[in-house]
């Protein structure tokens, strides 16, 4: 489908502060509305089929008070009545402690869920990273960069689909796949997003849903989610019911990010927003005669933690003299400006990647580039002592002790560290830096305990030692966030928000899910349920998941 409008709508979103170029908006209007990615589309089994729904950001305690509280009427008319055992329903049944990976963010977590691939096999390490081999900085969901070219380029150009390394669940089964809205479509037949003008509005209130304001109005973040709705049953006129249904909704994510009481305003966005899509679409499915063989899964990438909207809590890129880069700056290094592309010849010797709870601190070898104007082989990698530990020494000084900058006193929870190796050689894995010496993970938090952080050495393991695990940097420094720690104290990698997340805390990292089933009872589905969750509770199982419910 191609849809056509005045130029007037491509001029609002290139003059919108968006930071997306013309090309970009120019493509995102030529891709809107239904699109086929395969030629012929591969015929439908006409057997067992599976919708998924994506809820960005709701965390499991939040997907469980919405079923309790009546939010998600829809759902619960499939789930049917809670039974006396947790989690389990007439017709489903709710896992709970299934951890995302780490970081708990995004782009990194939803590639987990459709691949089953942790970031250090994936490569999609985050909202944004630094690839030191091509010197290219890649920002899917921009947080300390200015530049949404990249985030428009998984809407046209398919954009995560070429930083993926591994097989998307929608290659490994291929069957008949439609995606809605979602950034991970590599390997699917049908691909739908919000028509031109609904896809115009979407990426003029992103810049601003990213810095964490709140003048965009509910109805905004409402057309959001309401947006591909249209288009998934217009996709189904045209090509029938598919194998496997994905749905994406992004909005209720910004609405915690952007809102003050984020949890009751994504509440909120639930039972009025998505609740009424939700229930458009299970009725189309019982109308075509095939809800009672379609599976109903519903997961998230990650949960949301409420913090304090202000310049100091948020630990951000700006030029102030008490944020990160400064740290660096008094260090004699030269971070790299924060913007989505800078010149070939650009002069920078660091790089920060933001993740909300977590930053990613890339570094140069600095003899191969001592001078102001010199610039750096990224080729090679940086010194442990020399680069790597006076970065991390700096660091932990101005957390530890306020100096030079008071203002960042108390502002990190933990400093990482690894020895360099070539990029091409299998990485080191993160140890903890406690000023002088370094310590192994596990063995540190024995002696420091930090219950919310649940299973974070092998999560940190699954981060960075791998064939992508370069790409998570030299240095990882832990903000101050989680339920365990008083709001006042709550710190964070980004300009201001209301919520963030990507901490290996619970309140961030245990994810959503519910699996559902006409006429299947609710101690069967949690018996297969339980089955695959078995080797690990972890995000990673959701695409076997969703192998295995397809073969049921």
């Known amino acids: 489908?191609?849809?056509?409008?005045?130029?007037?709508?491509?001029?609002?979103?290139?003059?919108?502060?968006?930071?997306?170029?013309?090309?970009?908006?120019?493509?995102?209007?030529?891709?809107?509305?239904?699109?086929?990615?395969?030629?012929?589309?591969?015929?439908?089994?006409?057997?067992?089929?599976?919708?998924?729904?994506?809820?960005?950001?709701?965390?499991?305690?939040?997907?469980g008070m919405a079923i309790d509280g009546g939010e998600l009427s829809s759902l619960e008319a499939v789930a049917g009545r809670g039974q006396d055992r947790p989690g389990q329903f007439e017709h489903a049944y709710r896992a709970r402690d299934v951890m995302s990976i780490l970081p708990s963010t995004t782009m990194a977590a939803w590639t987990t869920v459709y691949t089953g691939a942790p970031a250090a096999e994936?490569?999609?390490?985050?909202?944004?990273?630094?690839?030191?081999?091509?010197?290219?900085?890649?920002?899917?969901?921009?947080?300390?960069?200015?530049?949404?070219?990249?985030?428009?380029q998984i809407h046209t150009d398919g954009f995560m689909g070429d930083q993926i390394a591994v097989q998307t669940v929608f290659e490994r089964l291929?069957?008949?796949?439609?995606?809605?809205?979602?950034?991970?479509?590599?390997?699917?037949?049908?691909?739908t997003t919000p028509r031109a003008l609904d896809a115009v509005q979407m990426f003029s209130i992103l810049p601003e849903a990213l810095r964490?304001?709140?003048?965009?109005?509910?109805?905004?973040?409402?057309?959001?989610?309401?947006?591909?709705?249209?288009?998934?049953?217009?996709?189904?006129?045209?090509?029938?019911?598919?194998?496997?249904?994905?749905?994406?909704?992004?909005?209720?994510?910004?609405?915690?990010?952007?809102?003050?009481?984020?949890?009751?305003?994504?509440?909120?966005?639930?039972?009025?927003?998505?609740?009424?899509?939700?229930?458009?679409?299970?009725?189309?499915?019982?109308?075509?005669?095939?809800?009672?063989?379609?599976?109903?899964?519903v997961v998230s990438d990650h949960g949301h933690t409420p913090v304090q909207h202000d310049d100091q809590h948020a630990l951000s890129v700006d030029d102030s003299a008490d944020d990160p880069p400064a740290v660096l700056r008094r260090a004699g290094f030269r971070p790299r400006p924060p913007e989505l592309v800078v010149p070939d010849d650009a002069d920078f010797d660091s790089v920060f990647a933001y993740q909300g709870g977590l930053a990613y601190l890339y570094l140069a070898d600095r003899s191969r580039c001592p001078d102001e104007g010199d610039t750096c082989d990224w080729s090679a990698p940086p010194r442990y002592e020399e680069d790597v530990l006076v970065a991390a020494r700096r660091f932990w000084d101005a957390s530890e002790h306020g100096q030079p900058f008071p203002a960042l006193q108390g502002s990190l929870a933990m400093i990482l560290v690894r020895e360099p190796v070539a990029h091409d050689a299998r990485p080191n894995a993160f140890r903890v830096f406690d000023g002088e010496r370094t310590h192994d993970v596990a063995a540190w938090l024995e002696e420091h305990p930090r219950l919310d952080w649940r299973d974070l050495p092998r999560r940190l393991e699954q981060l960075a030692v791998g064939p992508r695990g370069h790409l998570a940097g030299d240095v990882i420094l832990v903000a101050n966030l989680g339920h365990d720690i008083p709001e006042k104290d709550r710190t964070y990698f980004s300009g201001p928000y209301h919520s963030w997340h990507g901490s290996p805390s619970v309140r961030d990292s245990e994810i959503s899910l519910l699996v559902a089933r006409e006429g299947w009872s609710g101690a069967r589905i949690r018996g297969i349920v339980e089955e695959v969750l078995r080797p690990q509770r972890s995000q990673t199982r959701i695409t076997p998941l969703i192998e295995r419910l397809l073969s049921e």
């Open 1 to 63: 489908m191609r849809c056509v409008f005045p130029l007037w709508l491509l001029l609002l979103l290139v003059g919108c502060g968006s930071g997306v170029s013309v090309s970009e908006a120019i493509s995102l209007v030529k891709h809107s509305g239904v699109q086929t990615l395969r030629h012929p589309l591969r015929e439908t089994r006409g057997t067992t089929r599976l919708l998924l729904i994506g809820l960005d950001g709701v965390g499991s305690d939040e997907l």
């Open 122 to 152: 994936s490569g999609v390490p985050g909202n944004e990273w630094f690839d030191r081999t091509t010197r290219r900085f890649l920002a899917p969901a921009p947080v300390s960069v200015r530049g949404m070219d990249h985030a428009m």
């Open 174 to 191: 291929d069957l008949r796949s439609h995606v809605s809205l979602g950034p991970i479509h590599r390997g699917a037949d049908v691909y």
């Open 212 to 297: 964490g304001e709140h003048t965009i109005s509910e109805e905004a973040y409402a057309e959001l989610d309401e947006g591909s709705i249209e288009e998934v049953l217009e996709a189904i006129d045209e090509f029938g019911v598919p194998d496997l249904q994905t749905m994406y909704f992004p909005g209720v994510d910004l609405v915690a990010h952007s809102r003050e009481n984020p949890l009751d305003e994504q509440h909120e966005h639930l039972m009025n927003v998505i609740d009424p899509g939700l229930r458009r679409v299970l009725d189309r499915y019982r109308s075509e005669g095939v809800l009672s063989e379609t599976w109903i899964v």
